[in-house]
């Protein structure tokens, strides 16, 4: 048996990340799995400079996902004026005011970037931590997640949820059976098979795709390498 967590993402936008390619940030179908750790250590109230509690945690994060309601692709055209005097310092969600720094310090001028989004999007992902008895254990992830430490968002910081993100915490033979379990949204097509991505164990497994999906939270990128299957399940 293993104890695993359902969450719900339901919001009028929804971004899952990707790679960006200069100016253009587009979305994958699926949350990443870096995304799940950043959100859960959001919750807990880390930052960036616990790399080490981020990439301890996102470690032994394992997941599998379904699309309640697929929702619609939207493109964000979006442009800024850096060398306005006012865009040199921001608030954080903690109430600080911060500067941008390094490269960002120095543009000017107009900028360019387009960002894309699934709206109207429903999905629900069930979420076990290995080893289940080490710290967060998921006890402790589903108060946070009931409380987070900070406001949570799902993907980019406009992406604010319709409803709590914790749905139910499950005893499942699998995480493919809490697929299964965890109860369909209401606003999911009625009768309707969903589109589902579970974790594989190889390349040997059929239908096993390759997926770059973990982040160097130490360095900010993205590595490794994983492999997932993507079915339909009747739930």
């Not at 250590?41 to 996902?65: E, P, T």
């Not at 360019?112 to 999905?123: E, K, M, P, T």
């Not at 809490?178 to 164990?201: C, D, N």
Request: charged share 25%.
């Amino acid at each position: 048996m293993i104890d695993a967590l359902i969450l719900r993402f339901d919001a009028p936008l929804i971004s899952f990340g990707g790679v960006v390619i200069d100016y253009r940030g587009v979305t994958r179908l699926y949350p990443a799995r870096s995304m799940l750790a950043g959100l859960l250590g959001n919750a807990l109230g880390y930052d960036h400079r616990d790399a080490a509690a981020l990439q301890a945690l996102q470690s032994r994060i394992a997941y599998a996902v379904r699309c309640d309601r697929p929702g619609a692709s939207l493109r964000d055209y979006q442009t800024v004026d850096l060398s306005q005097p006012f865009l040199a310092r921001g608030w954080t969600t903690r109430g600080v005011v911060q500067g941008r720094a390094g490269a960002e310090a120095t543009r000017t001028g107009t900028h360019i970037r387009l960002r894309d989004y699934l709206a109207d999007a429903v999905y629900t992902v069930a979420l076990e931590l290995e080893p289940p008895d080490a710290d967060p254990d998921a006890a402790r992830l589903e108060a946070a997640l009931r409380a987070p430490a900070r406001p949570l968002f799902i993907g980019r910081k406009s992406c604010l949820p319709a409803e709590p993100i914790f749905l139910a915490r499950l005893q499942v033979e699998s995480l493919r059976e809490a697929l299964i379990a965890a109860p369909r949204s209401p606003r999911a097509r009625p009768g309707e098979k969903m589109r589902a991505w579970l974790p594989a164990a190889g390349p040997h497994v059929r239908g096993a795709l390759p997926l770059t999906d973990d982040r160097d939270w130490t360095n900010q990128i993205h590595v490794g390498r994983r492999f997932i299957r993507e079915e339909t399940i009747d739930v």
